[in-house]
């Protein structure tokens, strides 16, 4: 399975996102849940694995 390595801004943990869509083409950063802080925030797009 394909998935995004992501880091959250505020704890700077990285973690899995298990999406396909190209997130690079279109972002520099998201805005989403983070598992660790419990809350949303932005992440940096880190890299892609196949």
């Given at each position: 399975m394909t998935?995004?390595?992501l880091r959250c801004r505020s704890?700077?943990?990285e973690w899995k996102l298990n999406v396909s869509y190209p997130?690079?083409?279109e972002f520099t950063k998201l805005y989403h849940y983070?598992?660790?802080c419990r809350k949303n925030t932005f992440h940096d797009i880190?890299?892609?694995v196949e």
């Open positions: 998935y995004w390595i704890c700077r943990k997130l690079k083409k983070c598992p660790f880190i890299e892609y």
